[in-house]
């Protein structure tokens, strides 16, 4: 049984937490990179799939690269941020299954469908790059998660080579600058969106 985290701790993650639309000049190691994926990696997902590829582009050119593929408002915050990040799905993630899932053999056949595996591959690295955000907010960086991209012209750009991994989302990752964000929007109270049977 674990130990419940701290009002701080809770804040960090969620309550205090935001999404940032720019960054302060301050730069993010690769340790640190390490440091999310060692976290992010540890979340569940169906069968330990892990489904997820991550592209961090830390360079300006690999920002550049990117940011031509995004609505402009969303391609000046992926060449201002310190490191902007493409989570990616590997729609062939059931062909390491025997590896990551080594309780049932089997499980590599479950995904012989295209269509079902692309719907998990979708499901299970969204489950992963929320993942992503939580172990970037606990080592105090900040993300700022977006669609408002051409997904096919990234993946026959970055995944040109590998075909069966596909974009889902990028984000943005550095120390967040609080005066690029806006209000915070409306979260409605559990009564609204919840039933209880």
């Avoid at 935001?18 to 997902?45: A, C, F």
């Avoid at 391609?75 to 493409?86: G, Q, S």
């Avoid at 025997?98 to 309780?103: G, K, V």
Wanted: glycine share 6%; proline share 7%.
């Amino acid at each position: 049984m674990g130990t419940p985290l701290s009002d701080e701790a809770l804040d960090t993650i969620f309550r205090t937490a935001r999404t940032y639309n720019g960054y302060h000049d301050k730069p993010v190691s690769e340790e640190q990179l390490h440091e999310i994926w060692e976290l992010m990696k540890m979340g569940p997902t169906s069968a330990n799939m892990l489904p997820a590829r991550l592209v961090w582009c830390t360079t300006d050119e690999a920002k550049e690269r990117l940011a031509q593929y995004a609505m402009p408002a969303n391609a000046d915050k992926i060449k201002a941020a310190p490191v902007t990040v493409i989570i990616g799905m590997d729609t062939n993630f059931h062909e390491l299954l025997p590896e990551l899932f080594p309780h049932d053999q089997s499980a590599k056949h479950w995904f012989a469908d295209d269509a079902f595996r692309e719907k998990n591959a979708f499901r299970n690295s969204s489950l992963q790059g929320a993942y992503f955000i939580i172990a970037a907010r606990a080592i105090g960086l900040d993300t700022g998660p977006m669609s408002g991209f051409n997904n096919d012209a990234v993946d026959g750009d970055f995944f040109a080579d590998t075909p069966h991994i596909k974009s889902n989302f990028i984000a943005t990752l550095g120390y967040g600058d609080p005066a690029t964000i806006f209000d915070r929007s409306p979260r409605p109270a559990f009564e609204r969106f919840n039933t209880v049977l």
